[in-house]
């Protein structure tokens, strides 16, 4: 015997660990039938877990499929037909097709809606078994089911167990087929999986039926082994037996429901023989498992010999060819002076929140047209709409003429277009290499075959190579996604865009996150991509847009303020006037400088922030931060959206992963302190979008924050004298601008000695505008303070000092009256420019 294939090889391994089992429990005089129950209730397990680890849906109800096949069999040995194997064949043939029938109703739904609705069939199913006598036998069942081809349980044992062997071996080439691979990349990301083309409902239906098929052979040799056929294996109580078996062996393993079948069915038949109520000893083991070693016995195995992986598939790629052909990207054949996008009067509503109004825009081949704007502009909202994840409320989208408005999204993608993600969207459990050929595959007609290997397709692997080559990750082909750097998941996020062929690439914010060497990288990628594609870009790099985009486009609050070549919408005045505000509604010039004479020199710090790398979920936001709040100052951090503004506010409340450096406040160190412990310090932030209570009143918000030591009610309706009408109105039927202040307000119920404000003024009408900037003012007679603000102009005369971020580091500080008189700096650093004095050093003033 090879014994490198046995261990390998998890079909082969399955196979030896039935032949033991059954030998062992043999020389310990135990039935025969524990080891046909072992192999039966591991397939069983296979069939849930094609769902639960390769589709990543949860069925708390597959025993529908297990309890009804049982019955089949039975009455069609009894009544119709008088071969085993025709029997079996018959209730594949019809759990499929009653899974093809749940499927489709039950798919609809997502999570704990779907599991509940797979129970309720079951238990639908248990209620008729229990209760249709003249069928089922009712609670007695159906026994002495004839088994005439077998004329030893011996003989029945060894047909169960290879045919066992040979289902999980049909099951592992099918999860190595496309098809397989599909499902595999819909469990890590469904919407990635739909933006490249795959219709996943359908694979999820076909997922659905291939397990219940798998699940209902597992039953009907259920019946064979009884020779009888009981209500019990459909009822609610063991509706879940599968998927614990499933969880105990390891989840995310080919052979953890082998495992799990063993430990269950021989724990259940010795404790059991010790006491009726066995579960009372076997419940611990599970909780033990479910708390020490979460992927089940196989994980536990793995943990101890230090090599913890999932063995859901093999653990290789196809060979790296000695030449990769470098990739080429096939030109589109197209007008190029036809649009190949058009949209009109687009618009998106959000109740009464509009994102997008009336957009009017088209789009043509071979040219990189950018869209820009401040934060909350609508750019994201507008790219959903044109790839299908959001349905506009009004308007109309024509793709290479024809209207796909209110078409699928992965019926947009087959007609051309491709994009990628603000938020990276790989598949973080797939290798690189099989996060590529998954999107390689889905731009084939054939994009999934059942039966071929996946890794065996010549064409689709070449390509897969030239793009890996292409972006730079060849040499990590190999490794998990999920191990790979923030920037070199970027550029595979851009190779999956490249690999589906598309007439069109909407890339939204592909330059997030990547050092100054990747940004180079993929500017170049894309600026070469808009010669043989039509691209649209959403950035915030600013300087890098205006360098390589043809056309740019600018939204602003939802509306398309200007749109054209990058010279003439830099020098714009609505573009202006939306990065760096010259709305002059701040207090008079006199009242400014009478207010910052009066301000105490203070120099005592009572926030610092020390060379501060912090982010989300392994993206680097923050990269050496270095700020500092003194006692009694207003501090104001600027910069363009996607800077790190708002990342700095909540890596210094708690909120945010820190990968190094420190926070101090008020002498303390808070590096890792919880969200609750800054607070209590006191510490408080007004977070963008107020996010009130919104089925509480005012004055309930106000005292939910209350603490001793904050300011008591009368004090916030005489900072906030409008609040004071408004105290029984519940949060969700106040304007923007009285949301604001009750949030602010709600900052100072309990005792706080600093106040950071994400975005104050975002959102607010001009006349609501002065009435808080009036609040902000008076709040530095009680706690220092921190604005975050992207419109400088309304910060700059109310700040003693500024802080100016460019991709997470400070690129400017000074006071703010010498960056209110430094025109040039606010446009360099704030605004747009489009000449040469862009790149002009940066500017660090102490």
Same mark, same amino acid.
């Given at each position: ?13 399955? @196979? ?57 069999? @039975? ?33 609809? #739904? ?25 069928? %089922? ?38 999860? &190595?087929?496309?098809?397989? #691979?599909?499902?595999?990349?819909? +469990? ?118 230090? +090599? ?121 459990? $797939? ?15 054939? #994009? ?37 750097? &923030?920037?070199?998941?970027?550029? $595979? ?21 990547? @050092? ?39 939204? &602003? ?139 509480? %009143? ?149």
């Amino acid at each position: 015997m090879n014994l490198k294939l046995v261990s390998r090889h998890p079909v082969a391994l399955l @196979a030896v660990c039935l032949v033991v089992v059954s030998a062992l429990l043999a020389l310990t005089g135990t039935p025969l039938e524990r080891a046909t129950q072992v192999a039966i209730y591991a397939l069983y397990g296979m069939g849930v877990n094609l769902l639960v680890a390769y589709t990543g849906l949860v069925p708390f109800g597959a025993s529908v499929f297990f309890g009804t096949s049982t019955y089949l069999v @039975a009455v069609s040995l009894q009544r119709y037909v008088h071969n085993e194997a025709l029997a079996l064949a018959l209730s594949v043939a019809l759990s499929a097709g009653m899974a093809l029938l749940i499927g489709a109703v039950v798919l609809k #739904r997502r999570g704990l809606y779907f599991s509940l609705l797979t129970l309720a069939c079951s238990q639908i199913a248990f209620e008729i078994a229990f209760k249709w006598t003249d069928v %089922t036998g009712g609670e007695n069942g159906l026994q002495d089911v004839p088994r005439p081809m077998f004329a030893t349980f011996a003989a029945f044992h060894v047909f169960a167990c290879v045919t066992v062997v040979a289902a999980a071996w049909i099951l592992w080439r099918l999860v &190595h087929s496309p098809f397989g #691979r599909a499902l595999q990349a819909l +469990r890590d990301n469904e919407q990635r999986a739909s933006s490249l083309g795959y219709d996943t409902y359908r694979l999820k239906l076909f997922s659905f039926v291939v397990s219940a098929a798998i699940i209902g052979y597992a039953g009907g040799l259920l019946c064979l082994m009884l020779q009888g056929a009981y209500a019990n294996n459909l009822s609610w109580e063991h509706a879940g037996d599968s998927l614990l078996m499933t969880v105990l062996g390891g989840v995310h393993q080919f052979l953890g429901p082998l495992w799990g079948a063993i430990a269950f069915i021989l724990l259940e038949d010795k404790l059991s023989g010790l006491t009726e109520h066995w579960w009372l000893l076997f419940a611990p083991i599970i909780i033990a498992f479910a708390f020490f070693s979460p992927e089940g016995i196989q994980g536990l195995v793995q943990r101890v010999l230090k +090599r913890p992986r999932w063995t859901l598939v093999r653990d290789t790629i196809p060979a790296r060819p000695a030449v990769i052909e470098p990739y080429k990207s096939a030109r589109i054949d197209a007008d190029p002076d036809k649009p190949i996008l058009s949209v009109r009067s687009l618009s998106k509503q959000f109740g009464s929140l509009v994102t997008a109004d009336k957009i009017d825009l088209d789009v043509f081949p071979y040219r990189l047209h950018s869209f820009i704007g401040p934060n909350g502009a609508g750019k994201t909202t507008f790219f959903n709409m044109l790839t299908g994840v959001l349905q506009p409320t009004a308007g109309r989208i024509v793709f290479d003429g024809q209207d796909v408005t209110r078409m699928a999204m992965f019926k947009r993608v087959r007609l051309g277009m491709s994009r990628s993600f603000q938020i990276l969207s790989v598949f973080s459990h $797939l290798t690189v290499f099989e996060n590529v050929r998954v999107a390689v595959q889905a731009a084939e007609r054939n #994009r999934l075959g059942m039966w071929r290997d996946a890794h065996g397709c010549a064409q689709q692997n070449a390509r897969t190579w030239s793009l890996l080559a292409a972006v730079g990750l060849a040499d990590k082909a190999a490794a998990a996604c999920e191990n790979l750097s &923030h920037g070199e998941q970027r550029l $595979l996020e851009i190779a999956i865009s490249l690999a589906t062929q598309a007439k069109i690439l909407l890339l939204d914010e592909p330059l997030a996150g990547l @050092a100054e060497a990747d940004r180079e990288i993929v500017a170049k990628i894309v600026r070469e991509l808009a010669n043989h594609h039509a691209v649209v870009l959403i950035e915030h790099d600013i300087d890098r847009v205006l360098a390589i985009s043809d056309r740019i486009s600018v939204l &602003h609050r939802g509306h398309l303020i200007a749109d054209g070549a990058p010279a003439d919408v830099a020098a714009h005045p609505e573009v202006i006037e939306a990065y760096m505000g010259r709305s002059k509604l701040t207090l008079p010039i006199a009242e400014r400088v009478n207010t910052r004479v009066a301000r105490a020199a203070a120099t005592k710090p009572l926030l610092s922030i020390r060379n501060l790398k912090a982010g989300y979920g392994g993206n680097t936001i923050l990269d050496g931060l270095d700020l500092t709040l003194n006692e009694g100052e207003v501090v104001a951090i600027l910069g363009r959206n996607g800077v790190g503004k708002t990342t700095t506010l909540r890596a210094a409340t708690g909120v945010v992963q820190i990968n190094a450096g420190t926070i101090t406040f008020d002498g303390r160190d808070i590096t890792h302190e919880p969200s609750h412990v800054i607070n209590r310090l006191g510490l408080a932030m007004v977070p963008e979008g107020r996010r009130l209570f919104p089925n509480l %009143t005012v004055y309930e918000n106000l005292r939910l924050a209350a603490r001793k030591g904050g300011a008591s009610v009368e004090e916030i309706y005489a900072l906030f004298p409008r609040l004071a009408n408004r105290k029984d109105t519940r949060a969700e039927n106040l304007s923007g601008g009285e949301r604001q202040m009750v949030a602010i307000a709600r900052a100072l119920m309990a005792p706080a000695k600093a106040i950071l404000l994400d975005e104050p003024f975002e959102g607010l009408a001009p006349a609501v505008v002065q009435e808080v900037l009036d609040a902000v003012v008076r709040l530095r007679e009680r706690a220092s303070v921190i604005i975050v603000e992207h419109q400088a102009d309304m910060v700059l005369p109310i700040a003693d000092r500024v802080y100016v971020l460019v991709n997470g580091r400070v690129a400017y500080q000074n006071t703010a009256e010498a960056l209110e008189r430094d025109e040039f700096t606010q446009a360099r650093l704030l605004g747009v420019m489009h000449d040469d004095a862009a790149s002009a050093p940066e500017v660090r003033t102490a």
